[in-house]
């Protein structure tokens, strides 16, 4: 079966560091990987999507980037953290029947 | 382009009573539908969704969705709460999908508050 992870769960960074967040699937091959950030009251914001290695399409202009080194693997980076990249932060894959597929996420507090 | 419009950012009901969750959707081509749950600091988890086919459609934990084209909408139903439906649910609509792809539009989310 299908499977995917997302970590760390919780985060604490000064502002300014560096940020990476890791996403994998296991049990699929090539599937469509993307990033959500949700804050609150704002519902969930798509960031990034992927439909192949090294593929990224951006749906918003921001301080993050994102990177699919490996088939199954999405990362979320940032070169410097803002106050304002604080949220929870999640991946998912689509399936071919529809709907995603959400891992359990990342709460990301930029301090 | 799509969107969700989901009426209500709180809904607060009695355990027995009725779950009624508003969504309403835009899309320019025939959409698929979903509502998702969320428990505090989890993912996601699927209720249900709507592609094609009947209508209505019965998902998990006894929650069920109707389609209606005519007023755009895709409103989520329980005949009895429980204390556990507590969370928070999240309508999206994604347009038509090829080979998998897909990316979904969500609403703001409502989050369902259930009393004894």
């Known amino acids: 079966s299908q499977t995917i992870h997302q970590w760390p769960a919780t985060l604490v960074q000064p502002v300014g560091s560096p940020l990476s967040l890791e996403c994998t699937v296991e049990?699929?091959?090539?599937?469509?990987l993307y990033w959500y950030r949700q804050a609150a009251g704002r519902g969930l914001q798509l960031l990034f999507y992927?439909?192949?290695?090294?593929?990224i399409s951006s749906e918003v202009p921001q301080n993050l980037s994102a990177s699919r080194p490996q088939d199954r693997q999405f990362i979320l980076s940032s070169k410097k953290l803002l106050l304002s990249d604080s949220g929870f932060y999640l991946c998912?894959?689509?399936?071919?029947?529809?709907?995603?597929?959400f891992g359990s996420g990342t709460r990301l507090t930029v301090v | 382009a799509q969107s969700v419009t989901q009426l209500g950012s709180h809904v607060s009901v009695s355990e027995g009573a009725l779950v009624l969750l508003r969504c309403n959707y835009s899309?320019?081509?025939?959409?698929?539908l979903f509502w998702y749950v969320q428990y505090p600091n989890q993912g996601l988890q699927l209720l249900l969704k709507y592609t094609t086919g009947a209508t209505l459609v019965k998902g998990i934990n006894g929650f069920e969705a109707e389609f209606k084209k005519s007023e755009t909408s895709f409103h989520l139903t329980k005949p009895s709460a429980h204390m556990s439906d507590a969370a928070e649910y999240f309508c999206a609509v994604s347009p038509t999908l090829h080979s998998g792809y897909s990316t979904l539009t969500f609403g703001k989310g409502t989050m369902l508050l259930v009393s004894p």
């Open positions: 049990g699929t091959s090539n599937p469509n």
């Open positions: 899309s320019s081509v025939p959409p698929y």
């Open positions: 992927s439909v192949g290695i090294g593929q």
């Open positions: 998912a894959w689509s399936v071919q029947s529809g709907g995603y597929t």
